[in-house]
């Protein structure tokens, strides 16, 4: 923005606006038709998510998923409680990861 905007201002339209009735209406049925087209978009089905990944990608996926839990299970056979178990842990470990790497400042560090 150059300084001559700044020295000599363009006068800037009100923005305050007096509707009548009719726009008024006019504008809520507008809203509505948008709200149906998003209503729509919403319905429209998921895609499966073996459409969403190729067959390559999902093989990538399944083999580290074998060797997760290959590593973290004794037995070859596994239920999807033992799948839901391992992911808690998971989730546990990672926290507790992220917690060990804060450091936490005292506030007396900045005032004497």
């Known amino acids: ?19 009548t009735d009719e726009e008024l209406v006019s504008l809520a049925q ?7 087209d998003q209503e729509e978009a919403e319905e429209a089905p998921a ?3 073996t ?4 067959k ?5 996926f399944l083999s580290i998923v074998t060797a997760i839990l290959e590593e973290r299970l004794s037995t070859q056979t596994f ?3 033992d799948l839901k178990r391992i992911q808690s842990t998971l989730r546990t470990e990672l926290q507790q990861e ?15």
């Open 79 to 81: 239920t999807l409680l």
């Open 1 to 19: 923005m150059s300084i001559a905007n700044f020295v000599n201002p363009v006068k800037e339209e009100a923005t305050d606006r007096f509707f």
């Open 30 to 36: 507008g809203n509505l038709e948008e709200d149906e």
């Open 47 to 49: 895609l499966p998510i």
């Open 98 to 112: 992220k917690e060990a790497c804060q450091e936490q400042n005292l506030i007396t560090n900045y005032f004497s």
């Open 56 to 60: 390559m990608e999902q093989l990538k």
């Open 51 to 54: 459409e969403v990944f190729s």
